[in-house]
């Protein structure tokens, strides 16, 4: 998966390097964006198929892509944060999870600008860039940052962050720069590769119905402010 990732991300570099200069153009960037996002998630299930494990695909772009493995799949979104790429906004990043015996069991985000690569197996704790990460330790949630989707989450006072990519969102809060995120109207590849991250860096977060694809909830946080911050966010 890492590998893949990494692969991919130089074309995603140079796809984004043409989307700045489009910005000026009368037409805009969005025919080429769509085109780049259908050209990763394409190299992505290309590369991921080389496993000896014949899974399935869930994607953005194509829906479910059937392979021997009908039961455990790679959950990918080539381009999270598509509408920052778009606006030649350096935010965005590449989602790659699995899903084995209906459980996530690992998952990769790959910051391509930032040269930021976090990934998380089960039982095996949540990396960034080699080095182990884990959730904030704060306990107040006057001190804390969270991040969102959605204006109009009733927040109580909270101090938010629309960042425009969910899975970085969560990826963020797996390594403590947010304390927590919630989103709502979410699909399965915004959050299948974020959800195990925070899991494995000692977060907790909303359970997750894998046969759900689209319209998912989800409050991630750590362990400390989890009952502040599920009383606090009316989004259900």
Known sequence: MIKSCEKISKVLI????EVEKLQVS??????FV??????????????LSKSKKKYSFLTEESGFIKNEDKENF??????????????????FCISV???????????VIFDPIKDEIYY???NSGAYMNNKSI???????????????????ISSDGLTIRITGSAALDLAYVSCGRFDGSFHKNLSLWDIAAGSI???EAGGVLSDIDLKKTENISLIASNQSIEKEINNKISMF
């Open 14 to 17: 140079r796809d984004f390097g």
């Open 134 to 152: 884990r959730v904030s330790r704060k306990r107040e949630i006057s001190e804390c940052l969270f991040s969102s989707n959605s204006k109009n």
């Open 26 to 31: 009368i037409k805009g960037p969005k025919n």
């Open 120 to 122: 998380a197996e089960k």
């Open 97 to 107: 999870g699995l899903v084995l015996d209906n459980e996530i069991v690992s998952g």
């Open 34 to 47: 769509t085109n780049s996002d259908r050209k990763v998630e394409d190299m992505l299930v290309n590369e």
């Open 74 to 91: 790679w959950v990918i979104d080539p381009i999270d944060g598509t509408t920052n790429f778009i606006n030649g906004i350096p935010h």
């Open 197 to 199: 991250l925070v899991r």
